[in-house]
């Protein structure tokens, strides 16, 4: 959901990063910039400066998941048949 007024601070830094991946247009909508997109990012690198946060574009801001904590990898220990159990 869109916010009404436009947000600033931690609260922009966080709806900018959960939109990021949908791109400037979108991210600057959800967080209450509508089309104004020069706003949104002076505003963006004034929040990501006072968290002493170095992001120069938006898609700086996504993350990717730390690979130690793939949970979708190792070693699958089970019954080969439900009789096995």
Do not use: H, W
């Not at 509508?34 to 170095?54: H, I, P, T, V, Y």
């Not at 070693?75 to 439900?82: G, I, K, R, Y």
């Amino acid at each position: 959901m869109a916010s009404p007024t436009p947000l600033k601070g931690t609260d922009l830094v966080d709806c900018a990063k959960a939109n990021a991946k949908q791109g400037i247009e979108t991210a600057a909508l959800q967080c209450g910039y509508g089309d104004d997109l020069n706003k949104f990012r002076q505003e963006l690198s004034d929040a990501c400066s006072e968290m002493n946060l170095q992001v120069s574009e938006l898609n700086e801001l996504i993350t990717t998941p730390d690979a130690r904590l793939n949970i979708n990898t190792g070693e699958v220990v089970a019954p080969d048949t439900p009789a096995d159990l």
